[in-house]
């Protein structure tokens, strides 16, 4: 696997967007983009639902790659891997490391585009 970088989320990426509005608007809907993804995550992993986890663990692998969000995008490709190869004894450890590195993506991001810190 390669080295994750130093920040959660590559900004020089959002930076070329420009639109300080339209970057708000894009880190709202990454927000709750990943957050709804992670429920359907849980939901799957809780059931041992390979099919659903693989499916929820790709839709958030391309909004997480869309934001630069690269820890969150390598992990939720390994879980969409376990979830296709139905190996899901370690899902549960993998989801934790994504429920971690959204946290702090998801805290770097509002401070980035300078939004409240809620939810």
């Known amino acids: 696997m390669e080295p994750r970088p130093a ?6 990426q959002l930076a070329d967007v420009g639109d300080p509005e339209f970057v708000r608007e894009m880190v709202d809907l990454f927000i709750e ?10 939901s ?3 059931r041992a639902d390979a099919g659903g986890l693989s499916r929820a663990a790709h839709s958030l692998k391309g909004a997480s790659l869309g934001m630069a969000a690269h820890a969150m995008t390598a992990i939720a490709a390994e879980l969409e891997a376990a979830g296709r190869g139905e190996q899901l004894e370690g899902a549960a450890g993998l989801l ?3 429920d971690a590195a959204f946290a702090v ?3 770097y991001l ?7 810190a809620a939810g």
Do not use: F, R
């Open 7 to 12: 920040t959660p989320v590559d900004l020089t």
């Open 33 to 42: 983009t990943a957050s709804a993804s992670l429920v359907v995550i849980h």
């Open 44 to 46: 799957a992993v809780d």
């Open 96 to 98: 934790a490391q994504l």
């Open 105 to 107: 993506a998801k805290s």
């Open 110 to 116: 509002h401070e980035a585009a300078h939004l409240p």
